[in-house]
């Protein structure tokens, strides 16, 4: 027995399993468990990342200087209040690591991102999920479990695996009740595919709040994933912090130039979420007609209700055997639900193709 003892907490974490990206025996006909971006990367984005292979041997830099710039200019913010991150999945760790321990309690929707209550139990705080309704995150539920231990609340909006999303009038009364010493945390890494008119990414919160940052990625309508490739906006006390607290060099050089080029392809992300808009209803009609019960999506991804575990654990192996692999989320409390990811055309219709045989077989 080794005499070594990892910080309370630790030993509670579940690992975090992410989506599979093979069947084994089988030809992968589509991978739809990591909700990556549908088209894949911009070709101007693939063409800066080769471009930097001769200088390999040089670090990055390590103030992201031209990365901020280019995310200030194409989403209208000030640059010295943007941070970059090895994915926005690093920069939510720095945060609850920065301000959640010991003692604390970190709060999130009871479906939210699996990577929140393993952050807080990273460093020895609670987590503490807050009810939904209709699997949709409820303000009055969460501001109901705020207690003089709360110093985190991490709101994914839109929400991860759900795709549902609050209005901007919903998440700022959940700021208003909240005390000043509490850090809310958006989540926004699907922002990019919300067309609703009453939904706010987090910027208007941010501007006007001390204790209010936002959370952005490239792994999604940017089709970045494999880079890691993350930013944050926030007031200038976090970014200090989050500035004293991060590696040096937490953003590699070929990340950095592919995304200012996917930035600036705009074709490229229009084309993206055009064919989110596209089918991501379609896929969600078809499913409905078919008897099955997705889920209202704004993300590019839906949540697809089966009735039950073993049904929700047929489907999936049915659709594993055609080569589609979609995403079992038992691990967020959802059991008898699969969550699809939004693929190209005939990838969608392959999912359609492949229910409609399922649920004829009887399944």
Known sequence: MSALTPRPGIMKIAPYVPGKDSVEG??????????????????KAMAAYAAVAADLHRYPDGDCSGLRAAIGRHYGLDPARIVCGAGSDELLNLLVRAYCGPGDQLLYSQYGFMMYPINALGVGAQPVAAPEKNYRTDIDGLLAE????????????????????????????????????????????????????????????VDGAENV?????????????????????????????????????????????????ALADLAHTDASRANNDTWLPWLAAELGQLGLAPRASV??????????????????????NDGLIPRMVGGYGLPDHLRITIGTESEVRAVKESLARFVAAGK
């Open 146 to 205: 705020v207690t003089d231990r709360t110093r985190v609340v991490c709101l994914a909006n839109p929400n991860n695996p759900t795709g549902s999303y609050v209005t901007k009038d919903d998440v700022r009364r959940l700021h208003a009740g909240l005390p000043k010493n509490v850090l809310l945390i958006i989540d926004a890494a699907y922002a990019e595919y919300v067309s609703k008119n009453d939904y706010e990414a987090g910027v208007e919160l």
């Open 299 to 320: 993300g590019n991804f839906v949540l697809v209700g089966f009735g039950s575990k073993d049904r929700a654990a047929a489907a999936n192996d049915w659709m594993m």
């Open 213 to 261: 940052v936002m959370t952005r990625t490239f792994s999604k309508i940017y089709g970045l994933g494999g880079l890691r490739l993350g930013w944050m906006y926030g007031p200038a006390g976090v970014i200090d912090v989050l500035s004293r607290l991060r590696q040096p060099f937490n953003v590699n050089a070929a990340a950095q130039a592919a995304g200012i080029a």
């Open 26 to 43: 089988k030809q992968t006909i589509a991978k739809l468990s990591s909700n990556e971006g549908a088209l894949g990367p911009s070709p």
